[in-house]
């Protein structure tokens, strides 16, 4: 990836591990996560849960777009103070919300470095702007897509590659991605996935959220399940099943799997 980007693009400092403890979050009487306490290292981590367990809640949380109700997260063996968005993205963090976050009359380019400038305090012109977002499109996706349109003129599908592709512009240490690729077809997904593959096994920390769980076998290195707000397991690449992660997230159903 960092090929793709032709050097133009700077990594924030590589980040090892990032820990939450004791992390809750609660809207008035609804609890939305609770007392969750987990260690991120580089690779790829999936957080599953039926609807409403606290995946986004949790991922909220990390990406800074919310305060947790209580405890606190630790990047390597330091505790953040981060409290917005903009915070945790100055220590390496990118986020791919499940929302298609696009500004629609805005060209593809300028989309891709959206809020890039501030980022990194100080600019990159426009002909190594283009360099590193083809290069980094041509990855991406299956078709090319013009960088000079208004985003709002893509298909829906091309509108999240364009989110994707602002997501790894940034070289993040941590990539959070909920639901990230929801409106692309399979064969668009699966270069993404090439992509985060390489991104995770080049170093850094990916949290991954999805509900399709042969996605989620084929990417996850450890995969953490949610009930009810709550942690209930983290397995590890070897005892990932889809028995073991249905008997977890929902063990009331008495799923079998053929
Ligand atoms: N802004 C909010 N105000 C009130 N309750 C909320 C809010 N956001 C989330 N919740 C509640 O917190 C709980 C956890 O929600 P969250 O969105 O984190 O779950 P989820 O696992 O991501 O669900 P989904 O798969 O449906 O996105 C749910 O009961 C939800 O209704």
């Known amino acids: 990836m960092q090929s793709a980007c032709g050097g133009n693009?700077?990594?924030?400092?590589?980040?090892?591990?990032?820990?939450?403890?004791?992390?809750?979050?609660r809207y008035g009487e609804t609890v939305a996560l609770a007392d969750a306490t987990l260690n991120f290292r580089p690779g790829i981590h999936t957080i599953l849960g039926e609807n409403g367990s606290g995946k986004s809640t949790m991922l909220k949380?990390?990406?800074?777009?919310?305060?947790?109700?209580?405890?606190?997260?630790?990047?390597?063996g330091r505790t953040i103070s981060a409290s917005s968005p903009r915070d945790m993205q100055d220590l390496g963090v990118s986020t791919v919300f499940q929302e298609v976050l696009i500004a629609p009359h805005r060209a593809v380019l300028d989309n891709i470095f959206l809020g890039y400038d501030g980022f990194f305090r100080r600019s990159l012109d426009r002909a190594r702007r283009r360099t590193a977002a083809e290069g980094l499109l041509a990855l991406l996706s299956r078709f090319p897509i013009d960088l000079d349109v208004p985003a709002g003129t893509l298909a829906?599908?091309?509108?999240?590659?364009?989110?994707?592709?602002?997501?790894?512009?940034?070289?993040?240490?941590?990539?959070?991605?909920?639901?990230a690729t929801a409106a692309l077809d399979y064969a668009d997904r699966d270069?993404?996935?090439e992509?985060?593959?390489d991104y995770a096994g080049a170093g850094n920390i990916v949290i991954f959220?999805?509900?399709?769980?042969?996605?989620v076998k084929r990417l996850?290195?450890?995969?953490?399940?949610?009930?009810?707000?709550?942690?209930?397991?983290?397995?590890e690449r070897d005892g990932i099943?889809?028995?073991?992660?249905?008997?977890?997230?929902?063990?009331?159903?008495?799923i079998h799997v053929e």
């Open 9 to 25: 693009v700077r990594q924030a400092s590589p980040v090892t591990s990032l820990v939450i403890e004791n992390v809750g979050k």
């Open 61 to 76: 949380v990390l990406s800074g777009v919310i305060a947790p109700s209580e405890g606190r997260m630790v990047l390597d």
């Open 156 to 179: 829906l599908a091309a509108q999240q590659l364009v989110v994707i592709a602002r997501a790894f512009i940034r070289l993040p240490s941590i990539l959070l991605l909920d639901e």
């Open 191 to 193: 270069l993404v996935f």
């Open 195 to 197: 992509a985060v593959e």
């Open 209 to 215: 959220i999805s509900h399709r769980m042969e996605e």
């Open 220 to 235: 996850s290195d450890r995969v953490t399940v949610l009930r009810s707000g709550r942690i209930i397991e983290t397995i």
């Open 241 to 254: 099943t889809s028995q073991r992660l249905l008997d977890l997230m929902a063990p009331e159903a008495h």
